[in-house]
């Protein structure tokens, strides 16, 4: 798996102040899309397993609360990501059991495969959807057109 981006502290996708990767690789195309950089599924960096340690740490400092992990692209759900995506929820809801996960994908939730459903079983919140240009709407809150879902899940 490839990643574009990683911030230890943000308070921009999701609620509360959180843990974002940005994952590399996306297959859906959106005209518009403010990330193409990340559609390769080799752009960026290697994802390691000293960022995923990190990334378990930056959860667990107690200088800084962080609510959450948010997993965004790209696609979390790409068929590239799914392996190392799926290792990394499982182990934040080990190890990390009252954070939150959100998740966002251009797979609309009815069609996932097994193994995208796999992922999603850990994830506290998924929006999905492809972006839409024709149904952008900037008041929208953590999603960019109106055709995109925000689906809660109580675990
Ligand atoms: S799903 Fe997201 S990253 Fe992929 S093309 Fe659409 S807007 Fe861009």
Known sequence: ?????YHSVDVINGEGTRCTLFVSGCEHGCKGCYNQSTWRVDAGHVFSQALEDQIIDDLTDTRIYRRGLSLSGGDPLHSANLEGVLKLVTRVKQECPDKDIWLWTGYQLADL???QQA?????????DGKYEQEKADPELLWRGSSNQQIHRFTR
């Open 1 to 5: 798996m490839h990643y574009s981006a």
């Open 113 to 115: 495969t097994p193994q």
């Open 119 to 127: 992922v999603v079983n850990f994830v506290d919140v998924v929006i």
